[in-house]
Every structure is written in C-alpha cells, then in structure tokens.
T-cell receptor
Framework: DAKTTQPPSMDCAEGRAANLPCNHS???????VYWYRQIHSQGPQYIIH???NNETNEMASLIITEDRKSSTLILPHATLRDTAVYYC?????????????FGQGTTLQVKP | NAGVTQTPKFRILKIGQSMTLQCTQD?????MYWYRQDPGMGLKLIYY???????DKGEVPNGYNVSRSTTEDFPLRLELAAPSQTSVYFC????????????FGPGTRLTVT
C-alpha cells in the first residue's frame, strides 16, 4: 500500500471550510484514497473514500488531483465538533483483507 | 444494532499477567481487526481476520494471540503482559470489498505496571 504524507496540524475558524491536504505520490492505479477521523480518544470514524473522481457525502468532499498524487478533504462548514485527528490512507481496491495502515494524521483544531 | 462492542473499557495488569480483550460485532461482517494506539501515535494493526477460522498477523503481532471461532467474536489474548503493551486497543470490523469501511469499537485502555 502507498504511503501518505500529511501536515501534522492545522487550524480552522468555526464556520469556515477546512481543507486538509494529503500527498500520496506513489499511489497505484488500483488504490483508493480513504479518510478517517478520530475525535479525542474515541475509535476512528470513516468519512469518505474515492478512486479518481471527486466524491461528496453528508460529511465532506474529497478532491483527488488528475494525476492522483494528492488529494484534499474538505469540511465545508467546520464546527467545534470537527476538532479531531484526520487520517488519509490509501488501500488496494480489490484488497482481500480490508487492511488499513494508519499514519500520523493531521490534528485539526477548529477555533471559535 | 450495537455495532462493535469491546470489554473491558479499562484494565490494569501486573507484569506477567494474562488477559483477554473481548470484541463482538452484530453487523455480520466478515472482516475483523485489532489495533493498538500508543499516546500521540497513529493506530498499528496487530492481527486481523477475514472470516471465522482465519486469522493473520498485522504490523505488530508479537506478544498477542487471536482466535475467530464465530463471525461475531474476535478476542485478543495477552499471555505475559509487559509494560510495552500499555496502550489503547481498538477492535474494528468491515464488510468485504472496497466499500467496506471499518467500524470501530470504543476501545480498551490497558495499563501494565
């Protein structure tokens, strides 16, 4: 599985969009990009995933560059409850194990 | 659905003691996982299972054992507890395939002294 690089921390003002970057320059054609977050000391929570097209759900949007070497997770209107560690993970599409390999993630602090 | 449940929530062990961390899921998921998370670090995969009777090692399996006799349960066994095993342990499950996002339990906080 490809490795990812994320900034260790970011700040965002409440109500503004939070844009979290992720580099995955060695990603393979069959690897998906997944985003999870971990609020305080709870178990991680799935947010969104995609292959090459942009994706949107009720929680966030995922923008993947055309060359797939990087992506951005967008929280459109960040709230204080979005303060968490955000993990970007790449995983083989046809994985027969479903394994996720977590990196260090980005700590997002949403400020009032 | 209760999702993924873990017991106990907290435990303190003495060096050399043994214990089993319990994990149960009620979503009929084939895949189950055990992770550990040390303070300030990301999660590390200990063991995983793709179905009843099938288990395999993850990134950090030493000092642990698992079994998967049913689809629902995936217990993690620590045989000789060491201070290096002080951590928060998370169990997770997922359905098969790339759309099978992992659902995590609330975690077990273990201290070995």
């Amino acid at each position: 599985d490809a490795k990812t690089t994320q900034p260790p921390s970011m700040d965002c003002a409440e109500g503004r969009a939070a844009n979290l970057p992720c580099n995955h320059s060695t990603i393979s054609g069959n690897e998906y990009v997944y985003w999870y977050r971990q609020i305080h000391s709870q178990g991680p929570q799935y947010i969104i995933h995609g292959l090459k097209n942009n994706e949107t759900n009720e929680m966030a949007s995922l923008i993947i560059t055309e060359d797939r070497k990087s992506s951005t997770l967008i929280l459109p209107h960040a709230t204080l409850r979005d303060t968490a560690v955000y993990y970007c993970i790449v995983r083989v599409e046809a994985s027969n194990t479903g394994k996720l390999i977590f990196g260090q993630g980005t700590t997002l602090q949403v400020k009032p | 659905n209760a999702g993924v449940t873990q017991t106990p929530k907290f435990r303190i062990l003495k060096i050399g003691q043994s214990m089993t961390l319990q994990c149960t899921q009620d979503m009929n998921h084939n895949y189950m996982y055990w992770y550990r998370q040390d303070p300030g670090m990301g999660l590390k995969l200990i063991y995983y299972s793709v179905g009843a009777g099938i288990t395999d090692k993850g990134e950090v399996p030493n000092g642990y054992n698992v079994s998967r006799s049913t689809t629902e349960d995936f217990p993690l066994r620590l045989e000789l507890a060491a201070p290096s095993q002080t951590s928060v342990y998370f169990c997770a499950s997922s359905a098969k395939g790339h759309r099978g996002e992992q659902y995590f339990g609330p975690g077990t906080r273990l201290t070995v002294t």
